[in-house]
């Protein structure tokens, strides 16, 4: 079987995301790796981790250590640790667009992404609400977001909604859309056979009966009825505050959450350091790294590579689980 070969974009070039793409080159993988960002920007966050790196032409011979192929996406200006640019988003969001783009055409079998500052982005004329969205868009898929971490994996039903925008989101058309591409991504990209999925209530005890709210009864569970016939094997509507139990989570492969701060805080608090948020739905795999650009510690030397790490040894599997399939 050969070896997938993976994109990884660094995103915010004034952040730590070269710098640990320089940290991710000291290491030894079971996938070829191909940079796409400003390759000036990655031999100064070498030199200011005082790392060996060298800088390879896309078409390389790569096995080495301390060496990273790169598409180079040269930033307009120059780059100060900390201090996120608006001029160089253009070059954020090319490098970005491309990387998918070569996944989408099968040159690539796989796309890492490292943190991108949303805010730096808009101010420099781009409409970006998120890397899942831009993805999503390219792709003209339907896809899902799935955080997981050694224990656990949480998808959402909504991901960057305002809450008082959530009820009026979930949809019975749009919550069997995503559960069917939950459930086909963990058959298919983690080779769960017949996958196990945990569904959260929207209201709290789960709408207690209709008492605190109808979405369970008029929505979600006749969702989760048609689901079932079709031979999924889904739990739920639960209550958020007790579906997170060790015992609720043996029984279950996944959680799907409502929204975003419904799950997202108890599976940071089992293990962020080593989670990571992943596109379910699209052509190819998608694993990003689970933090921020991490502006006060870019060149520091103090960033944690533990989910960049983590995001290329998940893409890497379900690139050979895709391998597999076909």
């Not at 079971?30 to 966050?45: K, P, R, S, Y």
């Not at 996120?84 to 090319?94: L, T, Y």
């Not at 409502?258 to 989670?275: I, R, T």
């Not at 379910?280 to 533990?306: I, K, Q």
């Amino acid at each position: 079987m050969p070896r997938p070969r993976l994109a990884l974009v660094p995103g915010e070039p004034a952040g730590v995301g070269p710098e640990l793409c320089v940290r991710a080159a000291q290491q030894r993988w079971d996938a070829d790796l191909l940079v796409f960002g400003d390759q000036d920007n990655l031999a100064h966050a070498a030199a200011a981790l005082d790392l060996p790196l060298t800088l390879l032409p896309p078409d390389a011979e790569h096995t080495a250590t301390g060496a990273l192929r790169v598409v180079n996406f040269a930033n307009t200006a120059p780059i100060a640790f900390g201090a996120p640019d608006p001029r160089n988003a253009q070059a954020v969001i090319a490098a970005l667009s491309t990387a998918a783009d070569r996944c989408l055409h099968g040159d690539l079998d796989g796309l890492i992404t490292g943190p991108v500052h949303k805010a730096t982005i808009n101010q420099g004329g781009i409409v970006y609400t998120g890397t899942t969205e831009l993805l999503a868009n390219q792709a003209n898929c339907p896809v899902v977001m799935m955080l997981a971490n050694p224990s656990l994996r949480v998808a959402l039903a909504t991901t960057h909604l305002p809450l008082r925008a959530v009820a009026d989101a979930i949809t019975a058309d749009r919550l069997s859309t995503t559960l069917r591409v939950l459930n086909n991504a963990l058959h298919h990209d983690f080779r769960i056979h017949n996958p196990r999925i945990t569904v959260l209530g929207l209201n709290p005890h789960a709408g207690e009966a209709g008492h605190l709210g109808r979405e369970e009864i008029e929505i979600i569970q006749p969702v989760l009825e048609a689901l079932r016939d079709e031979g999924m094997q889904l739990t739920g509507p639960l209550p958020a505050d007790t579906a997170f139990l060790p015992a609720q989570l043996r029984a279950c492969d996944a959680v799907l959450a409502m929204y975003h701060d419904q799950g997202l805080p108890v599976l940071k608090h089992s293990g962020f350091e080593h989670a990571v948020n992943i596109t379910l739905g699209l052509p190819y795999p998608r694993v990003a790294v689970d933090h921020g650009t991490a502006l006060a510690l870019a060149g520091t030397g103090n960033a944690d590579p533990s989910s960049l790490f983590a995001a290329i040894q998940t893409c890497t599997r379900m690139a050979l689980a895709r391998q597999t399939r076909s």
